[in-house]
């Protein structure tokens, strides 16, 4: 494997630690996908689910957006697949390609490591509409990590049932 995940640090503050174990999760999606075609990528896992590698990547791009973008930054852009706010959009990805997924993620996280820098702490209170409820930036860290962790385990299922690849 070439793709490099960051190690968590043992020692650090709240928001170092935090910010280690995202991009160590982000990482392991990547270090997943390493070396797999297009086809591969688009494997499903079994029907009549449309679960696939590829399909991680772009749900992971929409989850980005959703909770750094809209929620954290406020901004009034749609999910990165449908216009109309559908999430279960980005798990059909029959037409996708490792660039074009790969890229909007990408592209996704950037803006969120952005938002996050900028934030003045991890105790920045917004507003989230979906739920009528405020959270914090704090939250939004911590769910990221958990998304991450929980299709990370998707993803061991799904390599694993490609070409045998187990561990990372």
Known sequence: ????????????????????????????????????????????????????????????????RAWFRRVIDGEDVPLVWSAGGDFQVAYDASGSTRSEAFEAWQAEVEHSRRIEAAAESLDVVVHNPRWGEDVSLRLVMLHMIHEYARHSGHADLLREGIDGTVGV
């Open 1 to 64: 494997m070439t793709i490099e995940r960051p190690e968590p640090p043992m020692i650090a503050g709240e928001r170092e630690m935090l910010r280690a174990f995202l991009d160590f999760h982000r990482g392991t999606i990547a270090m997943k996908c390493e070396g797999l075609t297009d086809e591969e990528l688009r494997r499903q896992s079994m029907p009549p689910s449309t679960l696939s590698l590829l399909a991680l990547v772009r749900h992971m791009a929409e989850v980005e």
